[in-house]
């Protein structure tokens, strides 16, 4: 078991490969089997399957290589599985697409750069992410994941380029080929034919373009167009209402930036393309929910058939260039009648109040909720700007930490700032090195890339003291140790600050807890809450931005949240009367359901 929740890795620096599999979540479509594997069925919602392990890496050339076995395509020739290497959430490293045939062959890989500004050395706090997404298109099973650095080697990657024909919905005037090609007769009524693009893409900002392929038949005339593209950016399309699917009907949300006509030759020879640029405002530095959609037009001209659509971005050509930040009035006067900007600043709490804003069709059509991170990185200082500089609304975690943001002294002293509470409750974890000592001994072998992200700091005292492992293990389960506070004095304690944040923001969260804590698990770690008690903090919020009613946030944040879970100690849960928590309840971690006899032991047995 210490093999699975250590995920056979090392800790970035200390060796040249680092086995991923068991250090990355699956979302709620993917299911962890007994041997570490992750599944996903065709049928299931396209999507992200696996992301993380959120590490910092040294400056350098890397290998991302799996094993990914994939079952019957719905689409013969079109991908089936995505990858996506991104740093701090925004900046997109590497991007490919595999199709069946290609997983088959053997091992895939993706191989990208860490630049200097995002690596280790540069202290950025800059946190790589590996998210793995399966497109809908087929059964998958991945068995294997490693990550190697390449010292030495100068990699030369391709610009990033998405197969986008399988991802692409259907209307009702086409119909689809098993090789994932699109035919439609001239006499159909003109119309889209195809549209979307899901998962949802979210794009780095600078110039792209999509090009199509096909065959048509005679035009009605030579100089006819037969095939129409468009690009709307902030197009969320998707929507279970069947009107939409209807021929003459898209869904009317999002901005057009660009639509060219393309006539028969150009769609033959393979030269249909359309050229456009994604601004910052749209763009996944900018943390905005913006995807793009891609709409082909049967225009009614001639028998079209199209048997590929790829987007790629112009990495010869000059980025899209930042636009200078607005005035703070001209930045008020052009968002006149417009949505209201919030941005939140504060820890990864803060980030589910965003999520909150961007999730809810209600708040969404009211505001524009941005996200930094409260120790910003120097790489998201002009986006920070930009976003600080057009702020309605600012809601600023209630952390120290607070006090040191990088961009304080710019922020303008008109900007309605509202302060909210940390959310952390620490008597069913007296131990944790969030409420206590620290284990300074494994964070100084892993930091800053932790495999057991919450220490324990009694673990590290009973380290120096006891040195077979087995007797320690005892010793650590009996807490008959000396100099250990009683967990009820502990507990006292924490419920003289949890009221006293009630009674300092006027809340009733910290009397919830109280009430709550010992008949449910309502926090998962001693800094990772249930949504029930986000929930709260959300209504605080809302309130005080003068948005009354419920406004729940989406079940879909459950699987983030209780991934992983820290064991409560089965005496702390007995003194404190929890009635759910004993020797053998299970919790999550990275998939697997484990026990705190499974944890601990792996804990001693990682860290020796």
């Known amino acids: 078991m210490s093999e699975v929740l250590a995920g056979g890795t090392s800790a970035p620096g200390a060796a040249a490969h680092w086995r991923l599999l068991g250090r990355l979540e699956n979302t709620a479509i993917g299911t962890r089997g007994a041997d570490g594997t992750i599944a996903v069925r065709r049928s299931r919602l396209a999507g992200c399957i696996l992301y993380g392990p959120h590490w910092q890496l040294p400056g350098g050339s890397y290998r991302l290589t799996f094993r990914c076995q994939a079952g019957a395509p719905r689409l013969a020739s079109q991908p089936v599985l995505g990858v996506e290497v991104i740093v701090l959430n925004r900046l997109q490293q590497a991007w490919k697409d595999f199709t069946a045939g290609e997983l088959g062959s053997g091992p895939a890989s993706v191989e990208f750069e860490v630049p200097p500004e995002l690596g280790l050395e540069a202290a950025n706090e800059a946190r790589f992410e590996f998210r793995f997404f399966h497109l809908g298109n087929a059964d998958l099973v991945v068995s294997d994941i490693e990550l190697a650095s390449l010292p030495g080697q100068a990699i030369l990657t391709d610009a990033p380029l998405w197969r986008m024909l399988g991802r692409l919905r259907k209307s009702f005037i086409g119909k689809r080929r098993a090789d994932g090609a699109t035919v439609v007769r001239r006499r159909e009524r003109a119309g889209p034919v195809l549209y979307g693009g899901w998962p949802y893409l979210r794009l780095p900002r600078g110039k792209y373009r999509l090009s199509v392929r096909g065959a048509t038949g005679m035009p009605r005339g030579s100089a006819a167009p037969v095939l129409g593209l468009e690009i709307v950016g902030r197009s969320k399309w998707r929507s279970n209402r069947p009107w939409l699917a209807l021929p003459h009907r898209l869904n009317p949300n999002g901005v057009r930036l660009a639509r060219r006509d393309c006539a028969g030759d150009e769609l033959r020879d393979g030269s249909a393309f359309l050229d456009f640029d994604v601004p910052t405002e749209m763009s996944l530095e900018a943390g ?28 010869s050509a000059t980025a899209a260039p930042a636009p200078p930040p607005l005035a703070a009035s001209a930045a008020r006067q052009s968002r006149a009648g417009e949505r209201k900007k919030i941005v939140i600043i504060g820890n990864c709490q803060a980030d589910i109040v965003r999520q909150g804003f961007q999730r809810s069709d209600f708040l969404s059509r009211r505001f524009e909720a941005k996200y930094h991170f409260v120790t910003l990185s120097e790489n998201l200082y002009e986006f920070a700007k930009r976003d600080l500089d057009a702020c309605d609304i600012l809601l600023v975690h209630d952390i120290r930490e607070w006090d040191d943001f990088p961009l304080r002294s710019i922020v303008r002293e008109d900007i309605e700032t ?23 001994e494994a964070r100084t072998r892993e930091a800053p890339n932790l495999v057991f992200p919450y220490l324990d700091g009694l673990l590290a005292r009973l380290r120096r003291e006891i040195p077979d492992n087995e007797e320690r293990f005892r010793a650590y389960r009996a807490l008959a140790c000396e100099g250990i506070i009683s967990n009820t004095r502990f507990h006292d ?34 800094m990772r809450p249930s949504r029930e008690i986000l929930d709260m903090l959300m209504k605080y919020v809302l309130e005080r931005i003068g948005i009354g009613g419920a406004h729940p946030l989406p079940k879909s944040l459950d699987n983030l949240l209780m991934n992983p879970q820290v064991p409560v100690h089965p005496k702390v849960a007995r003194d404190l009367a929890v009635r759910w928590a004993n020797e053998s309840t299970k919790y999550l971690d990275h998939g697997r359901e484990i026990t705190w006899e499974t944890y601990v032991r792996s804990y001693i047995d990682h860290y020796g």
Do not use: C, M, Y
């Open 288 to 315: 905005e929910d913006a995807p793009f959609e891609f709409r082909l037009f049967h225009l009614g001209n001639a028998d079209l058939t199209v048997s590929a659509v790829e987007l790629r971005q112009l990495r």
């Open 493 to 526: 304690r924490e419920k003289r600050r949890l009221l006293a944040i009630d009674k300092k923001f006027g809340l009733a969260i910290g009397a919830f807890v109280l009430e709550n804590f010992q008949r449910r698990r309502i926090f998962h770690t001693t």
């Open 418 to 440: 509202i302060s909210f509470p940390v959310l952390r409750f620490a008597s069913l974890w007296p131990f944790d090195a969030w409420n206590g000592p620290d284990d300074k």
